[in-house]
């Protein structure tokens, strides 16, 4: 079993930065990708960035230039670097790891205010 917990969001104005983790413990032998969706509400979970095992990342379109993910893998800890939030990225975010199976965090808001 895996467990991750995710931190660092919080209520921040347009244009603020925030910066989340998510720390993998558990029965862990090796973990593919690591990634963060989220969920507005009234909406779908929708994928915002992805990080391989080899370092090979993906954006969706609405956060390509803005966030930024990254992950250490001696800490089986994946981050997202959130900058120049706008009122639209208001959502939960969740934590996602890959190994055999696929694992999801509790998830943590994000609120961004104009």
């Known amino acids: 079993q895996v467990q991750l917990v995710e931190s660092g969001g919080g209520l921040v104005q347009a244009g603020g930065s925030l910066r989340l983790s998510c720390a993998a413990s558990?029965?862990?032998?090796?973990?593919?990708?690591m990634g963060w969706y989220r969920q507005a509400p009234g909406k779908q979970r929708d994928v915002v960035a992805v990080?391989?095992?080899?370092?090979?990342?993906n954006y969706a379109d609405s956060v390509k230039g803005r966030f930024t993910i990254s992950r250490d893998n001696a800490k089986n800890t994946v981050y997202l670097q959130m900058n120049s939030l706008k009122v639209e990225d208001t959502a939960v975010y969740y934590c996602?790891?890959?190994?055999?199976?696929?694992?999801w965090g509790q998830g943590t808001q994000v609120t961004v205010s104009s």
């Open positions: 996602n790891v890959i190994t055999i199976l696929h694992y």
């Open positions: 990080i391989t095992s080899s370092g090979s990342t």
């Open positions: 558990g029965s862990i032998s090796w973990i593919n990708a």
